[in-house]
Each structure stands twice: as C-alpha cells, then as structure tokens.
C-alpha cells in the first residue's frame, strides 16, 4: 500500500503488466523510459500499479508526505501550486506520457504542487518499496531506471536555474 | 583521460586511495558520501582521480562540455556565472567536502557556471568513464552513488524551484 490507496475514488486496476501495451503506444512521450527496450518495459511494469480516477481527483496532494512518482497513461492533470497568499495557481497541465512526483518518490519529503484530474485518467505509480524491489531484484533494470530519473532531474534543475537567472535578472533590470 | 587533464597548471596526483584519510577527516560535510561506510568510501575512491591546482585556475569553464565532478579536499573555489550581459557574477563560494560539476557528470551538457581557484586547491575528480566502471564492477558502491546524486540533485531542484516561485512572486507584486 502506498498513499495512493487513501485516496477516495481512486481505483485500483492491477499491476502494470496489462498496460505494457499502453505504454509502448506512448513510450515515445515518455522520457523516463526512452533507452528502456520491450524487455525491460515488461519487467518494469510488474513493479508498477495502475489506477483510474475521475474528473476533479486530486491524485497528489501539495504538502503531503509522498512516496510514489506516478505515469499519466490517459487523460490529463492541471499541476497547481498555491501562491503566498493561498491561492492556487495553474502552473502547468499534463497529458500521457508525463511523469509526476519523481521529488517525493526520491526523498518522501512534501509535495511540492497538487495534481487534479481534468477527466477521467488512468495512470501507473510506482511507489518507494517497488523501486527498492526493482534495485534488489532486477538491478540491471534499476540501474538504467536511477539513470534515467537523474537525466529527467538533472534537465529540469537546469532549466529550472535558466529560469531562476532570467528572473533574478529582469529584477534587477526593473530595480535599476 | 577527461577533460581536466586538458587545463594547464593542474597537477595530478594520482587515485583517490591515498586521500581516503582526507575524504574521512572532512565526511561531514560532504554530503554526497554521506550513507558511506569505511569500505564503500574506499571501493570508491579506487574509481576518483586527484589533482591539485594553484590560485586563479579555472577548474570549470563555463559553457564547455563536461565529463566529471569533483570533490573539493583543500582549499576554496569561486563559483561565477555570466550574466546576459556577459559579466561575471560570483554566485559562491565552495570549500572543503562541496561536490561540483554534478549535473555535466550526469548530462555531458555545457557547464552551467565556472569555477576558480580562490587558492591551491586539491579535488579529487569522478568522470563519466569512472561512474559507469563502479556501476558495472562494483553495483552496489555504484547504486548507493547514483542514490546519492539523486537525493541531492532532487534536494537542489526543490530549492530552485523554491527560488523561483519567490523570485516570479517579487516581480508580480512590484508589477501590479
């Protein structure tokens, strides 16, 4: 059981294994599994469970503890952050092939943006202990997967960084 | 060889084994290593080359292709960024035990600032080559290091975006 479970209206649809074929279609979206071949795709996918859940789900929670990254399969979820005076902002929206919560999974602190259901979406989680499993039991697929989430963490701390400059940046030029 | 064996000046001084004391002396601090035991510490250091370099030497340059970290042992760096209008801009300071050039390790993309020698600084380096032997040789010192990385690049990249969020927030309220 990760989080997830103590989510209302979440359903649980089974392992990852009968998705495979789901996440081929859009595995070229997908860039946590791009260097994965079929193979590894499948062994991976025993790790994982799917889900579905409706319009309005909020699937993460800002601020929660988290232990789960998860992969939008169908539909899509607005990434929303509450701003410093409360208010939700839309930061982002998602469709499939994009990962969510890979920070938490890493290191089970909060939740950095909430993520609501904007129709009915089905998604595979991979939670803490499965990737612990993955590790010990198929490291040659734990390995690539380690390297793969530090290529997508490592690309947005530098875009995030990019972004941070320019910002710091147009600060200055406005105080000037 | 990687690509700190091209910068002039910088005298190598072999594996990292006989600095294995040093790495003890300042773990504390580095963050990186923090999870390590005596022997994994060691089975690492086989796989780091050091180097020392006198005051003023540019151990990073920034926008050049990079293949490796290093480990700060003596002595202390300045960590400087260009800024759109090509001036330099110290952003830190780094000593002792501070791991640098982490995300060119990962990526082999441009170097995102520089670093210059504040003083004769020893460092032990990882490169690429260096990363993929220990997960190969040794999987479970090479798993443990590619945790690591993640723990702390996840850890930056929430800072950032932290950062960010901050810095986009000032300039909405001086804008409205």
Redesign the interface.
Known sequence: MSSIDHIPNVEFLGDGLPFVGRIREIIEVIQLFEDFEPDELEGLARYMRCYRAPLGTEIICEGDAGDFMLLLLDGSVEIV?K??RGLAQIMATAGPGKTLG??SL??G?PR?ASCVALDSVAFAVLDREGLSRI?TEE?RI??KL??E???L??????S??K???D?????RS?IR
């Open positions: 952050k701003d410093i890979e920070m890493i290191d602190e950095f590790i490291p734990g390995v380690l390297m989430l530090l290529m963490l490592n690309q947005r701390l530098r995030v960084s972004q941070l400059m910002c710091v940046e147009a600060r406005r």
